[in-house]
T-cell receptor
Framework: KAGVTQTPRYLIKTRGQQVTLSCSPI?????VSWYQQTPGQGLQFLFEYFSETQRNKGNFPGRFSGRQFSNSRSEMNVSTLELGDSALYLCASSPIAATALYEQYFGPGTRLTVT | QKEVEQDPGPLSVPEGAIVSLNCTYSNSAFQYFMWYRQYSRKGPELLMYTYSSGNKEDGRFTAQVDKSSKYISLFIRDSQPSDSATYLCAMSENGGGADGLTFGKGTHLIIQP
């Protein structure tokens, strides 16, 4: 079974631009979560989608948004990029949203650098 | 005070040693506890999970949760150079996908051959 895939793997953007990152979950998984990982703050929860609905959101500004499509693929968007948005953005998928949280499989991440 | 505290290391031990990795937390509502391993330039990989207090063993790995002390541990027996990675603890209240996981910052482990 193919794992979680994320595209692109690396991205360089300029302050003020916007960016869209993509995540394809494991086949059959309906829950997709996004995390930001930085050396200073570690891994922080951004939001989670299940059946195209955002069910929960972490403590991030409104510049961070996401969506999920009917095939469970998800995108996250960051508008008006700031230098502090430079991070590894990780997507994780789960087979059943309401239970088995521990069955959360991470993708390799997208490394975003904002200059 | 951060919700989850984890010593960043690096922790360097000789091959074959027993490794002890720990996290403390402040939120008494956490019920689900997980350990992830992350190699450089890779996403985290789930190693162990535990619900509530108690021990769980899987091969060379043992996870312990002491909710009364708000303290969790991961033990690695017969450590191997391939165990060299960053180990992240993670927790959640409800165990559902919507909850989001709260992570420690990770401990960088080095196993010396």
């Amino acid at each position: 079974k193919a794992g979680v895939t994320q595209t692109p793997r690396y991205l360089i953007k300029t302050r003020g631009q916007q960016v869209t990152l993509s995540c394809s979950p494991i086949s059959g998984h309906r829950s997709v979560s996004w995390y930001q990982q930085t050396p200073g703050q570690g891994l922080q929860f951004l939001f989670e989608y299940f059946s195209e609905t955002q069910r929960n959101k972490g403590n991030f500004p409104g510049r961070f948004s996401g969506r999920q499509f009917s095939n469970s693929r998800s995108e996250m968007n960051v508008s008006t990029l700031e230098l502090g948005d430079s991070a590894l953005y990780l997507c994780a998928s789960s087979p059943i949203a309401a239970t088995a949280l521990y069955e959360q499989y991470f993708g390799p991440g997208t490394r975003l650098t904002v200059t | 005070q951060k919700e989850v505290e984890q010593d960043p290391g690096p922790l360097s031990v000789p091959e074959g040693a027993i490794v002890s990795l720990n996290c403390t937390y402040s939120n008494s509502a956490f019920q689900y506890f997980m350990w992830y391993r992350q190699y450089s330039r890779k996403g985290p990989e789930l190693l162990m999970y535990t619900y509530s207090s108690g021990n769980k063993e899987d091969g060379r790995f043992t996870a312990q949760v002491d909710k009364s002390s708000k303290y969790i541990s991961l033990f690695i027996r017969d450590s191997q150079p391939s165990d060299s990675a960053t180990y992240l603890c993670a927790m959640s209240e409800n165990g559902g996908g919507a909850d989001g996981l709260t992570f420690g910052k990770g401990t960088h482990l080095i196993i010396q051959p």
